[in-house]
């Protein structure tokens, strides 16, 4: 085995590399990217949440998310509103567009996930996903 291929980093990456890569390409169409269909999914989810509460748990930089929702907001996939305890703060909404794009992306993603992983069987996927929740819930 080479030097790369011992590293978990290079492994994970390589294989988060090809998922992003076939995913974005589906979303394409959609003006969106992997992150911002994780937004979307989020303020599905979690309405009237605020950017910096979507930043902390997407783990999102402050200048990032504010480009991204601003993206979306164009788009007209978000919505964003006064948040009556906070004048500063906005709280977000997902718009029909927004529910009608992560409809009609729900099966790139799955589609991206599947031809990835084909090569686990149902029990090795199970098992990766744990593996993959138990670290990211420990950071």
């Known amino acids: 085995m080479d030097i790369l291929t011992q590293s978990y980093g290079f492994l994970l990456g390589k294989v988060l590399q ?12 959609f003006d969106i990217d ?10 599905k989810e979690y309405p ?3 950017q910096k509460k979507i930043g902390e748990k997407l783990r999102i930089d402050r200048t990032t998310m504010v480009n991204h ?7 007209g996939c978000v919505e964003r509103t006064k948040n009556p305890n906070d004048r500063r703060a906005y709280s977000l909404l997902i718009t029909e567009k927004g529910n009608e794009v992560l409809d009609s992306c729900r099966d790139f993603l ?30």
């Open 69 to 75: 929702i601003d993206h979306l907001e164009t788009l």
């Open 34 to 43: 992997s992150k911002q269909y994780g937004i979307l999914s989020f303020i």
């Open 110 to 139: 799955i589609d991206a996930e599947s031809e990835v992983l084909s090569v686990l069987n149902e029990q090795e996927k199970q098992v990766f996903k744990e593996v993959l929740m138990k670290i990211w819930s420990s950071l």
């Open 48 to 50: 009237y949440s605020s």
């Open 18 to 29: 090809r998922m992003e890569s076939k995913f974005g390409d589906s979303l394409a169409p």
